[in-house]
């Protein structure tokens, strides 16, 4: 999923990094409404976790490759703002410290991984949610569903991106997404069933952290991110 420089071209590469530092600006101005002392210790845990996961890669194309994400459980163990913060942050250390992902295509990256994967899949997962009944028991299986969607979904941003300004002419598109969403959809498997277990178990221990749950003990400000 880590797309590198050249891949895509300047003017899409441009507009998607104007796109990243807005919604980055609006992630910190939304997660300060409900990110109390309480659930930074949450954020600081799950940040650590999503960047230990996305660094398990699998080769796509060429100078591509694909990893679990992190974003849904993010978005559902402290919120979806918060979990676009957690998914940015993560996405620049890496750019910049393991040059994994370009420099000019970490926008592109942020884009596809923390709002298409984080705040996206938060939107999936609420709306599963909510037809499962909204009960606490349907938390961790919801957020595992969301989570197996979240990931083919990001893999066509980066295709829908390669349309708009893609720079590898030998590469057809119809190819691109039978590999991004093919071997994407593998991966959400293992990011659903992660997904599932690791917010499961936490909502077995603390579900009044649990952002995404009905017994969420913070103010909930922004629900469905209004």
Not at 83 to 92: E, H, N, T
Request: proline content about 5%; charged content about 10%; aromatic content about 8%.
């Amino acid at each position: 999923m880590h797309i590198p420089d050249g891949v895509i071209g300047p003017g899409v590469s441009a507009a998607a990094g104007i796109v990243a530092a807005g919604g980055f600006g609006v992630a910190v101005s939304r997660a300060r409404r409900y990110l109390t002392d309480r659930l930074v210790p949450m954020a600081a845990l799950v940040t650590a976790f999503v960047f230990a996961g996305q660094m398990i890669n699998f080769p796509v194309l060429p100078g591509m490759s694909g990893h679990l994400l992190g974003g849904v459980l993010a978005a559902v163990l402290v919120g979806p703002w918060a979990g676009y913060l957690v998914v940015a942050i993560v996405l620049i250390i890496q750019a910049l410290l393991f040059a994994d992902g370009g420099l000019t295509a970490l926008g592109l990256n942020i884009v596809n991984m923390a709002l298409i994967g984080a705040v996206g899949g938060y939107l999936v997962y609420r709306l599963i949610f909510r037809l499962a009944g909204s009960r606490p028991d349907r938390v961790a299986p919801a957020a595992g569903i969301a989570a197996f969607l979240s990931v083919p979904l990001a893999g066509l941003g980066f295709v829908g991106e390669f349309a708009l300004g893609g720079t590898a002419e030998s590469l057809s598109l119809g190819a691109i997404l039978v590999a991004m969403v093919g071997t994407h959809l593998l991966i959400g498997i293992g990011e659903g069933v992660i997904t599932f277990f690791v917010v499961g178990a936490v909502m077995k221990a603390r579900p009044d952290l649990v952002y995404g749950s009905p017994t969420f003990s913070g103010r909930r400000t922004e629900e469905l991110l209004s």
